[in-house]
């Protein structure tokens, strides 16, 4: 199964696609945690798990917004308006 990570300043989606055929096979979605880092990766490995539950995993994308930098860290900007 292929998998794809839409991370958000709301949501994390996670979405498995079958290898071959490409047809999708499970859509999970959680609440982006903001209270910490920590919680934040919680979050994203229960989409994944959740994902897991319908097929082993060769693949994972991850869509997200924000820049890497020069020290190879993603940095994000966020808004709360």
Do not use: W
């Amino acid at each position: 199964m292929i998998v794809g990570l839409d991370i958000g300043g709301t949501k994390i989606e996670g979405v498995g696609l079958d290898a071959n055929s490409y047809e999708t096979l499970v859509v999970h979605r959680e609440p982006t945690a903001k209270n910490s880092y920590s919680e934040f990766l919680t979050a994203v490995m229960s989409v994944i798990d959740a994902v897991s539950q319908h097929g082993d995993i060769d693949s994972i994308g991850i869509g997200c917004c924000g820049s890497v930098g020069n020290d190879g860290l993603m940095q994000v900007q966020t808004c709360l308006c």
